[in-house]
């Protein structure tokens, strides 16, 4: 037990696997670095780490108030969220291959536009929403400093992430260059981890 954190390695593990995941964040981390250099991939990062902030502290505010005030509701609301994790992967296994979406990255600014693409996501408030519940202990929990902890996990994997991505961005570019055959392979490993962590959390309550 870690903080309140129910299984901290497996929480650590699905936040790596969710930063693999294709998508507008890694798309405009490469797209900025290809413009700005390390400097406007690191502006970048720092934005989605911004904007991700922002959202799952919006998410922790609601299942926090369902943890102290609902506990009955919070361990359906456990249930609900493995469910939805298993059906995320499901989709992303079974998705037939598509071109990756066309950001329109703009010289400059880079943090200000990749926050707010970031924050265009409302669909990562329910995200997480359902992924937080499922690596809370009720009989353990610490309040706010479980969530601090999540969300400090969150925010330190995610910089070193971006880093990495960044790094190798400016210093591959060509041979990083948007690729069908290893996007459309990183997203059903994601959603092969996506379906098993939902399970392994269902099965381990």
Known sequence: MFFGIADYPAFAAAILIFLLIPGPGNLALVTSTGKGGVRGGLAAGLGIILG?????????????????????AFAAIQWLGAAYLAWLGW??????????????????????????????????????????????????????????????????????????????????????????????????LAGIFLIGFGIKLVVSR
């Open 52 to 72: 991700d902030q922002i959202l799952l502290w919006l998410a922790v505010a609601g299942v926090a108030t369902v943890l102290t005030t609902y506990p009955t």
């Open 91 to 188: 989709r992303m296994l079974t998705a037939k291959p598509g071109a990756p979406p066309v950001l329109n990255i703009k010289p400059r600014h880079y943090l200000r536009q990749a926050m707010g693409i970031t924050l265009l996501n409302p669909k990562a408030i329910v995200f997480y929403m359902a992924f937080f519940p499922l690596f809370v202990d009720p009989a353990h929990h610490q309040g706010l400093l479980t969530f601090a902890v999540m969300a400090l996990t969150i925010a330190v994997l995610g910089f070193s992430y971006c880093l990495v991505l960044v790094t190798l961005t400016h210093t591959l570019a060509e041979r990083l260059r948007a690729n069908p055959l290893i996007t459309t392979a990183l997203e059903k």
